[in-house]
């Protein structure tokens, strides 16, 4: 059985979940504050209008359109242009409104879904749906029941969610959202040779096969570009990164 | 005294096990997010039924069966076509009726276990019986009781659960439940070479001598498939995996 | 000033202890699940009858007698037949009752106690009698009653209780009843070269030399065998077991 | 797309932003007691009146301004002077009245801002946000409206925050701030050869490729001054800062 | 100026601290179950009283009397006997009487201090006062009215208090009482070659020149002996204790 | 700029600080039980009036007079004959009233600071005044009012607070108070060769360049003295102090 695959159009990012993403999926991308979860997504809608002809919707909860346009400009990407020729949308709503809307199934946004012919939708971020309920069972229902109604539309989406974890241990997850969505990114800073590096993980990807690497990124002027692993370092994920002892003897004594 | 076994039909799992799980056991499988614990469910019911001719039920709280369809579908297994030879039921329920109805013993659940002969129940997953009370003694009557009520019928159960741990160190049991169950298996992430690996391990097995490795397994197009112990590494379940010194100057120097 | 000893039956694991557990004393055996307390619990009863000719109790709060049966004869061990010999009782009861009755000492228990001139006693477990307060002063006041009323009846009893810390570091006491009892063991998984094994270890023995040796164990199909140290490893208790950099050396350069 | 920078003045900082802060960006500077976040502000606002003619603003909540003069005068920098000449106003207010003038836009602040032409402007210190609520989406959305309002304004500022963290790990991010910042800075006690040194490090900068290394710095009698990464040592910031293997090979063995 | 030593009568132990606590201290002892508090506190009073010729007094909130004798007995120390000659009194009292009568100056504890010229006392344990109050500013001043009253009757005291504290760091005072007492003592178990040592150091004695030196001690048939140092061994009171890279160094090639 | 200098009169410590401490500054100085907070603030007040001519003030909420003249006398510093002189004054007091009388400028500690010219003042310790509130905004705006009256009396302080960090990482501030002071100052215990040794540090010193070294310190019979660095060891400040590889080595194979 073959799934059709949603590409970022990144091409080492594509090759690493064969192809892409699953048509259809729900896909959790979390990452510390810098890591690049904004832009990796405005790559995927950006890429999905310019090189699939696959028509995109942002959903934000709290920066603004022009904040995108603003911050997509820097790589070359006009989104405004994408949205005055309709192949785009960027909403700035709340989530209690968008969660309403997508439930009633007759709100603007599932309007623009169907209208536009959209096939890749943003969230930016699950985080705030966190404001609606105290309660840890609720939140849950409530992130399922959007996701449902996201998979109902057969989008494509890119959830976005903060992780508080700056360089600590990938030690737990901070929300129920993994165990619900299809595939689960995570970005993270790697401290290396007294500098940050960035790395990136597909630590979920339900029903299919993937590399499980640990991906060096950069972030580019052109967007994300995804390189090599991080060859001779253990514990990238545990927050105490460091050489091999391999690694460490080779340096210094050379190879036998 | 023997027991009867019951087999994954995955063959290197079933001989760390010393044939299969323990007829009539209640087995509780605890993983991350995207670590298998569906998949090796969904084949452990799978193969029940092809190989064994043993009738399964899947219960499940969160995911609608098309998902599972769907989902089993991928490695080749037609759980849908079973359903139709009345050997497979896939029931979406919730906590509460669920557990009434084991109690109540007259429930639509029990009568699908005992009309069809059901031999082996998927419960996923037990993390849902968590909204039912705040109060961690009631909780844990409350699972004993469930526990019970599949023991009565005779089934061998595998209950799945969600474990909030992605890589850090297996330091505490999240519930109760593996002190009442007779067997317990983690499934769970290793960093291996900036990579992401998969383990398996059973941490308890009750009334029989059992394989204790740490084995590494990967979901191929044909399910789960079990392979060796991570060699010439330590503390895998301790989220600070790293070669054993051993192995480091074994590498670089090689052996004596 | 020589104190009668109350043999387990397992050479080893008396000899570390200077014969056994002192007569009379109360002994805390802890462990997370699956670690073997209920297998060494049954042994040191089943031995006592069968060796020693020292009647028994088992005083069970959530596992039924029949589980007990029916665990114990995978080892050979028929408690049946021991009940049905007046040898043994196997009750089951509630924390409530229990303390009651030994502070009422006109209860069942006290009865059997008195009337089968019962020397050995278990409980499973003293997890239980935290159901019954919220209060930790409580609990304590009320762990203390009932350990002294079992020492009023001058049996040696052995208290299981679970510890929910599988392989992290044995860093912590989990309740104040290690304080008051005569004797501490704990049981506990270790991870060796990518496998669990099993060590064990008496913390605490009051008013008696003994051996502080962390010791391997296996459970056999005739029960717990005590085996070796853990020799060329430090940080057995600590949740990062490791070989020793001698041991590390020494296995790749030889000795010298 | 080229925007405008906005620089320190510190020769080594700026080159490592290329070239200086993001015109109209919001900046967020966090770093333990007594590393050196209010000099480093000082020294932004102090070299943008003098060596860029920049006017600019100090908010504080707790110092009064006579410690700022006081202070700035260790390093000569005569911010009296500067405000007699009507080029830099220091502002002693509190949270609330900061917030309120900024919202209703006719505030003293916003007069200040707009009729000096002020360019920077730094805030002592948004931890004193957190005494407005003790509800996390309540606070999170106070820091918002005041860091657009000051976007709005288009000035670029420093915002200062108190962090707690003195020489553990850079673990989590303690506040939701850097979700919200154009760029967040962090300063640090790092331990190297049983003496404090201060570490540099940008951690997030938006829509703007930068160097990631983390960089000693002084406080010399002419303010900050940046120098190099600290070469040959891992972990600075993970709270354990050692030399890396190689480092100690080759200092103890030489070159090879 | 010197003060009187008040003496263990262990050679090595009051070696350690220049011949003895200083006359009149409240000196506070620390352990896990089974680290030996009981026991050094017993020898404390028995040698004082054998050796020195200075009455005892023991106040206990849990263990009866009777358990007192019986445990001295297995070290040969017959308090009975020592009670009945007048020079010990062992009373069985709760933390509330106790506090009140030290309080009035006129209950029974003070008329045995004054009338049996009581220079030594034990508290079996401090950790009771905590079911007193739950706050904890009006705990530190029950526990300092308490302090100061022992020293008000110029005995010396050695108070003992559990610590829940098995084998992790030694990293926080678990309660305030470290700051008030003259000296504080503790006691912990350490893992050493796959086997529990005991340790013992004297973390703090005002006014008093002392070895810090954290030494081996064990429990014999004579009561506490102390031995010497760890001896290439780093890490003791950090719950990781491991040899010094030096000492395998040493062990694998032998000194240069 | 050029600001006077308040010494301590313990020559490696004042030449750490480039002189003494400065003038009308509030310095913190924080320290487990037994580091030497009160010695190293007693020699303080000492060295000020014996060789410096300056009158002190010490305000204790604890401790009794009695026990500070007790305690110097072992150091051979006669603090009741400094008070008999006019120089000194040691007063029992509470938070509350003397943050009161601060407060109102008019009460007897200000009457004394002002009549007697008093120019350093130590407050033992900052600790107490967290009875006088359970809000941390409160405490904080009491603790800067405080700091703030002593600074217009323009006398220098020394403000001892009790820090419960034994031996663990000195990770997280546990108070508000370093982010408002001057100067902080840590005090701490150093496991080194079996031993506990002591360490001394100034973390933060306001406007001012000083030595960053982390100093051995001993107390000796005549107060405070200050040694070299720990050569050769890291992580002094995290808990797991330990060689350096490179010391290790070069103690083993000599140098090169």
Chains 1, 2, 3, 4, 5, 6 share one sequence.
């Not at 401290?191 to 990124?217: N, P, T, W, Y």
Request: aromatic share 10%.
């Amino acid at each position: 059985m073959n799934v059709a695959r949603v590409q970022f159009g990144i091409k080492d990012l594509d090759k690493m979940i064969c192809g892409g993403l699953l048509e259809g999926s729900a896909n959790l991308l979390e990452g510390a504050p810098g890591t690049g979860k904004t832009t990796l997504a405005m790559q995927f809608i950006y890429n999905g209008i310019v090189k699939y002809d696959q028509p995109g919707l942002i959903i934000t909860f709290e920066e603004f359109p022009q904040q995108y346009y603003h911050d997509a400009l820097q790589f070359g990407w006009d989104l405004k242009k994408l949205e005055d020729e309709g192949k785009l949308k960027v909403i700035f709503s709340d989530p209690y409104t968008t969660l309403d809307e997508f439930d009633r199934m007759d709100g603007e946004l599932v309007s623009i879904v169907e209208e536009m012919g959209t096939k890749r939708v943003i969230v930016d971020s699950m985080t705030h749906f966190e404001s609606l309920t105290d309660d840890q069972h609720d939140l849950r229902e409530i992130e399922r029941r959007f996701i449902n109604a996201l998979k109902r539309e057969n989008v494509t989406s890119i959830l976005l969610r903060e992780n508080n974890n700056l360089l600590g241990q990938v030690s737990q997850v901070s929300s129920k959202i993994p165990f619900i969505v299809d595939s689960y990114i995570i970005l993270r800073y790697v401290e290396v040779d007294s500098a940050i590096e960035k790395a990136l993980c597909f630590l979920k990807m339900r029903g299919s096969d993937h590399q499980k690497d640990i991906r060096c990124f950069k972030i580019t002027s052109k967007g994300i570009e995804v390189e090599s692993k991080f060859n001779g370092r253990e514990g990238i994920l545990s927050g105490f990164t460091h050489s091999t002892p391999q690694d460490a003897f080779v340096n210094v004594f050379g190879k036998k």
